[in-house]
């Protein structure tokens, strides 16, 4: 009865009840993360891309390193969205979870734990740096502990998924949640705009949406390539289609050349070579007639804006505006602000906004922390690249192989964007990445029980 009648207030006056509804949906999302795990990650992975968005703050006063200009992270607030909140909450529960149960002994150690620690200490130390000398605010902070979630998540899923069962249904879930974007994107291509994920407020991140669907388009597409079920594969074809359509009209271009890279690494690392080179020729036979005006006149904008001032050139050839700028963040990174802070950088917000993740890391913090970065990088490259030959279910073979090659895509993705920092692609990521780690710990433990019962025979 409590519950309706919180519910009718919220429709007569919303504000007033604003602060009990958060309360209260908190206190639900901490009960449920004690009691099941599993269940919280099934609210969190639908809140991932089916959640709105609520700009908080900003400092307009907060000057730009790089360009002298009010453009920095900080100045543009902090982006608070309702997974954020949950993948907080879900953290803290999860620490205290463990503290209260003393299970920390229990905790599986994984490929990635020193690198990716010894990477978000290097980052929160040279923020702490920037936060005492008065460079860096609370946002800077806020940001360090989203970092330190995502690897949060990460273990959480490792640690307590130890059934195929559930890795699946979370799979499911997943690729469920993907479909609902998608269709959500769809129903956006007849305004005429470039589609973004639902609720991204009123500009969007069509950059973003577009790095997601390349990552869940290389994941269905893996496990298309180690299914044996013929239904099976016609459904996926179906739901690889559906993926495809808003990609293509979010007009990223960025996500554009992740998704070749995606290809090129699936043709180099997939068993079935032949099968997908005969796939891209057809696709490039179709291409002519399937792909949107729009996505061409996108793609060929690089090269054929009006003349504008500023713009760069390579001999006759001229950048657009857009990729000039991305272009000039690198230079002004490295010839400018790098110099005077070469170890430790900046701080994390510390810096001017810049749409690119390479040279946003060194800038942040410094050589130290780039050189971890990459580090990080490549523990999870391999992590990736041995379970895809050695998981024995062949739907999460897949699953291991698609992630690898999705993987690749976002390395170049992260070029002209915070691909490694951002929500959307993160939390997918890092889930994507416990399952196939669990997976195989679960494999694993089913060998060693194997083992006494073969040598008792």
Not at 13 to 26: D, H, Q, S, W
Not at 408 to 432: D, Q, W
Request: hydrophobic share 50%.
């Amino acid at each position: 009865m409590s519950t309706l009648l919180l519910f009718a207030t919220s429709l007569i006056a919303p504000e007033l009840v604003k602060g009990p509804i958060l309360l209260l949906a908190g206190l639900m999302i901490v009960i449920i993360t004690f009691s099941s795990i599993e269940l919280a990650l099934y609210f969190l992975i639908l809140a991932t891309l089916l959640s709105p968005e609520l700009t908080l703050g900003g400092n307009p006063t907060h000057g730009d390193l790089v360009t002298g200009r009010v453009n920095t992270t900080e100045s543009r607030g902090i982006t608070v969205r309702l997974d954020d909140i949950m993948l907080t909450l879900i953290s803290i529960t999860w620490i205290f979870r463990i503290a209260i149960r003393n299970e920390i002994s229990l905790l599986r150690y994984t490929p990635i734990n020193q690198a990716a620690g010894l990477y978000w200490f290097a980052a929160a130390f040279s923020t702490l740096i920037a936060f005492f000398q008065g460079n860096v605010g609370m946002y800077g902070l806020f940001f360090v502990l989203k970092y330190l979630e995502y690897f949060i998540l990460f273990y959480l899923v490792v640690n307590h998924i130890h059934d195929t069962t559930i890795i699946k249904r979370l799979l499911i879930v997943m690729i469920a949640t993907c479909l609902i974007a998608s269709l959500f994107g769809i129903a956006q291509i007849p305004q005429g705009i470039r589609v973004s994920a639902p609720f991204e407020g009123e500009q969007g991140e069509p950059n973003t949406f577009g790095g997601y669907l390349m990552f869940m388009f290389s994941i269905l597409l893996g496990i298309l390539l180690h299914t044996a079920n013929n239904k099976q594969r016609y459904k996926l074809l179906f739901m690889l289609a559906v993926i495809l359509v808003p990609f293509l009209f979010t007009e990223s271009r960025s996500s554009y050349l992740a998704f070749a890279a995606t290809i090129l690494c699936f043709i180099f690392f997939s068993p079935r070579k032949k099968l997908l080179i005969f796939m891209c020729l057809g696709g490039l036979a179709l291409a002519p007639v399937v792909i949107p005006k729009s996505v061409v006149t996108r793609i060929m904008f690089t090269f054929n804006q009006a003349e504008q001032e500023g713009q760069l050139a390579l001999g006759s050839v001229k950048f657009d505006t857009s990729t000039t700028e991305r272009l000039k963040s690198w230079e002004k990174v490295l010839t400018k602000s790098f110099p005077n802070h070469p170890f430790l950088g900046v701080g994390v917000t510390g810096g001017g906004f810049l749409d690119a993740m390479y040279p946003r890391v060194l800038l942040e913090t410094g050589m130290v922390g780039l050189l971890l970065f990459v580090w990080f990088l490549r523990r999870i490259w391999v992590l990736l690249r041995k379970r895809s030959r050695d998981l024995k279910d062949p739907i999460m073979r897949g699953v291991a192989l698609g992630a690898l090659c999705g993987y690749g895509g976002l390395l170049v993705h992260a070029i002209g964007a915070n691909t490694f920092i951002i929500v959307r692609i993160m939390e997918p990521f890092m889930i994507i990445l416990g399952l196939v780690l669990a997976m195989h710990m679960v494999e694993s433990e089913q060998k060693e029980e194997e083992r006494p019962l073969e040598t008792h025979h």
